[in-house]
């Protein structure tokens, strides 16, 4: 990250250009703290357990589709599945 503090900066003041540097500092600085506690994190749950973090399953779209396809057939055999019990009237 170079900052030249020049005079043809397309009328930025130094103002500006101060706020810049300012938030240009603490996003990064935001940066470092997620991956300094993240590693952190696994280091301690390696202590603990002595095994690393079983990373999650990724499911493909197709997959999670069909998923979905299964629950809404279950759920359309469940309203049409006849109602158990007394029969109105009776």
């Known amino acids: 990250m170079v900052i030249i503090f020049s005079n043809n900066l397309k009328g930025e003041t130094m103002s500006r250009l101060w706020h810049r540097l300012k938030n240009n500092v603490l996003y ?3 940066v470092v703290d997620v991956l300094v506690t993240e590693f952190l994190f696994h280091f ?3 202590l603990k357990t ?5 990373k999650r ?3 493909s ?3 999670i589709l069909e998923e979905i396809r299964k629950i809404a ?3 359309q055999d469940k ?3 006849p109602v158990e019990g ?3 009237g009776k």
Request: net charge negative.
């Open 61 to 63: 779209q197709d997959e």
């Open 44 to 46: 301690i749950h390696f």
């Open 86 to 88: 007394p029969e109105p």
């Open 50 to 54: 002595g095994k690393f973090l079983q």
């Open 79 to 81: 309203e049409k599945a």
């Open 73 to 75: 057939q279950e759920l």
């Open 57 to 59: 399953a990724k499911y």
């Open 28 to 30: 990064y600085c935001s």
